[in-house]
């Protein structure tokens, strides 16, 4: 939060002095740093433990201070791109469902019809092929972070001086931002019914009541980026939010605690957050 009020403020002198005299916002950002840091030097030296007690053979002869800063730098980054965007996606999915019942109901249809169909296998399916004809699940999911993506805004720092395609000048050192969220709004590129929660607009009827998943290009649709630095993690962030949904949706109903009806708001930091997050009562499935 307090990386992206940065970015957010009028002039970047003010946080740098609170930097520079180490108090305020600035001063808790170190401190949060310093935790999260911590906990994350803490995973890198447990699984180093570990991998020790498995095999004797490897030895670890001290790596150097900088492998092991290297490593919890790449958990961090993982946790940080890997864990809130996911969860940041859930959220306002699961919000999207309890809005829209049919989806809902369309979901727990493929969800039993791939029951059915794991009961007349005899083999042990995989995760991967437990989600990976779960296609209207896929839209769904699509379809909500097209409206809410968990990266709401992207900003790039120009490295050379560089001219864009409609002709903008863009100088070393400029910013230049794109706006998913804006973009997942926009009626030129998903028609008037942009406002609508539609997966059906991510599937084409084959017949036969089945469903085919019909991509958008990445430039259209950019909530992983787009071209030679898109995110590494696309395909594993499908089959983790596809196997959360179809596990939790068939087994339980995610339904707002709150008695009136919940009105969230959007919070862009560096995630979309829901505002207080997203209270909700789990209640046990029994049709
Ligand atoms: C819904 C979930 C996710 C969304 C919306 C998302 C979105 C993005 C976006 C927009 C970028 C580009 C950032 C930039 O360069 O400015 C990115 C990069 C990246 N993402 Fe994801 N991500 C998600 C899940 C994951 C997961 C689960 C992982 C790994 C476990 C992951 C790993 C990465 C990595 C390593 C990069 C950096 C790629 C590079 O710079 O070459 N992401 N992601």
Redesign the pocket.
């Known amino acids: 939060m307090i990386s992206s009020q940065r970015a957010k403020s009028f002039s970047s002198i003010l946080w740098k002095i609170r930097r520079f005299l180490n108090i305020g916002s600035e001063k808790r950002l170190q401190e949060a740093v310093g935790e999260i840091r911590g906990f994350a030097n803490s995973i890198v030296r447990q699984k180093k433990q570990a991998m020790f007690q498995i095999s004797q053979e490897f030895s670890p002869t001290e790596p150097g201070h900088s492998d092991e800063k290297f490593v919890t730098d790449i958990v961090i ?2 946790i940080l ?3 809130d ?2 969860s ?2 859930l959220t306002w999915f699961f919000w999207l469902l309890h809005r829209n019942r049919h989806v809902e109901e369309e979901i727990l249809r493929e969800i039993n019809k791939s029951r059915v169909k794991q009961k007349n296998k005899t083999q042990h399916f995989s995760v991967f092929e437990q989600v990976k004809d779960m296609v209207y699940i896929n839209a769904a999911i699509c379809e909500s ?1 097209r409206l809410y ?3 709401p805004v ?3 720092e120009a490295a050379a001086n560089d001219v864009l395609p409609d002709g903008t000048k863009v100088k070393k050192g400029m910013w230049v931002g794109y706006l ?1 969220y804006v973009m997942g709004r926009m009626e030129s590129i998903w028609g008037r019914d942009w406002a609508e929660y539609r997966p059906e607009r991510w599937l084409e009827n084959t017949g036969k009541g089945k469903w085919k998943f019909v991509p958008k290009d990445p430039y259209s649709y ?4 787009a071209g ?7 395909e ?3 089959l ?2 596809k196997r959360v949904v179809s596990v939790i949706l068939g087994m339980f109903r995610v339904v707002p605690a709150m008695e009136e009806r919940f009105d969230p708001v959007f919070v862009p930091h560096l995630t979309s957050e829901m505002q207080g997050g997203f209270p909700v009562r789990i209640e046990q499935r029994t049709v």
């Open positions: 980054s993982f791109a890997g864990r965007t996911t940041a996606g972070m993506p968990p990266v992207d900003v790039k998913p950019p909530v992983f980026q030679p630095r898109v995110c590494l993690g696309k594993m962030a499908f983790q939010m």
